[in-house]
């Protein structure tokens, strides 16, 4: 078992990951120069699945109580629907449940973007910091 962990080292060392150091450092410093704003950008995302899997629990039970039986079995319709993923297993049948589920895929739209735009703004400015301290 050893000397698997000695070969795979070999093969890292051998793929020379070391030039992506930087790469990874810069992202790590982007990640903690917006470390709080993408945890309220995830809470908040947090939040509104949870209001999601509410509403649609109060508006699908009594239609699908399989699927929309209690919160926790609705939370895996907002799951997937906030991450845009749309496996399509489960989806709502009522005009009410259908109504919720159009509002939860826009916000799913900007909840997106959201930590997107985020992290964007935090690579720009490192890579901003990173290229002026090369010029002094």
Do not use: C, H, N
């Not at 239609?63 to 399509?88: C, E, M």
């Amino acid at each position: 078992m050893a000397l698997r962990f000695v070969r795979f080292f070999r093969i890292l060392r051998l793929a020379k990951l070391g030039r992506f150091s930087r790469a990874w450092s810069d992202l790590a410093a982007a990640i903690k120069s917006r470390r709080d704003e993408l945890f309220i950008a995830f809470s908040l995302a947090a939040f509104v699945m949870l209001i999601a899997s509410t509403l649609l629990y109060w508006a699908e039970a009594d239609a699908q109580p399989d699927k929309f039986g209690s919160i926790p079995r609705a939370a895996w319709w907002a799951i997937v629907t906030l991450t845009t993923v749309g496996y399509g297993d489960v989806y709502p049948v009522t005009a009410l449940g259908k109504f919720f589920s159009g509002l939860v895929l826009i916000a799913a739209i900007g909840l997106i973007a959201l930590p997107t735009g985020i992290f964007a703004g935090a690579m720009s400015e490192v890579i901003q910091r990173k290229a002026k301290a090369d010029e002094e």
